[in-house]
Antibody, heavy 121, light 110 residues
């Protein structure tokens, strides 16, 4: 059974940094791309970042380019999102998502339960 | 403003058939697979349709997907009260080199 368990969310001040993690199990982690998708309160889904199975290719939404970095440790079956220069508009539930292929170009087939990141003074 | 356009709301009575549209362009829907998700209140999204028209195991055959050109649709037949949820379409966009989502459609079962 595929399981994705996010952690690391919380309250951070504007301009601050936070790293969230996603522990994966139930599938061969290195064979699949992984993504972060966020949802601001009362809003729709917004794609944030995708990383290929090998970690060699990363893709980022324009809204987070230069501020967020997606990475993975295939030896630990863990996905990360390093978030710097956080803004109030980054406040959202961040979902860890397993892609259905190694590139990330097809689509997500499993979602974690999400971790809430709140940016506020 | 989402790259993929969905109606913000849809409704139907129990037993009816409803369709939700998702409109894009040649760089996204026109050249990549479309996926659909259902999000019940307070929960994570759940995969409903993958690769345009394929249903994962466990998803009732009341749910079906289709794609034509730069548009896609999700159809729900035999509408039930538990289908009341938000529905999202998504695909990859070759021009943006990123994933794009529709704005979501809130389905109400009257």
């Amino acid at each position: 059974e595929v399981q994705l368990l996010e952690s690391g969310g919380g309250l951070v001040q504007p301009g601050g940094s936070l790293r969230i993690s996603c522990a994966a199990s139930g599938f061969t982690f290195s064979s699949y791309a992984m993504s972060w998708v966020r949802q601001a309160p009362g809003k729709g889904l917004e794609w944030v970042s995708t990383i290929s199975g090998s970690g060699g290719d990363t893709y980022n939404a324009d809204s987070v380019k230069g501020r967020f970095t997606i990475s993975r440790d295939n030896s630990k079956n863990t996905l990360y999102l390093q978030m710097n220069s956080l803004r109030a508009e980054d406040t959202a539930v961040y979902y860890c998502a397993k892609e259905s292929d190694s590139s990330g170009w097809y689509g997500v087939d499993y979602w974690g339960q999400g971790t809430l990141v709140t940016v506020s003074s | 403003q989402s790259v993929l356009t969905q109606p913000p709301s849809a409704s139907g009575t129990p037993g009816q058939r409803v369709t939700i549209s998702c409109s894009g362009s040649s760089s996204n829907i026109g050249s990549n697979y479309v996926y659909w998700y259902q999000q019940l209140p307070g929960t994570a999204p759940k995969l409903l349709i993958y690769r345009n028209n394929q249903r994962p195991s466990g998803v009732p055959d009341r749910f079906s997907g289709s794609k034509s050109g730069t548009s896609a649709s999700l159809a729900i037949s035999g509408l039930r009260s538990e289908d009341e949820a938000d529905y999202y379409c998504t695909t990859w966009d070759d021009s943006l080199s990123g994933r794009v989502f529709g704005g979501g459609t809130k389905l109400t079962v009257l």
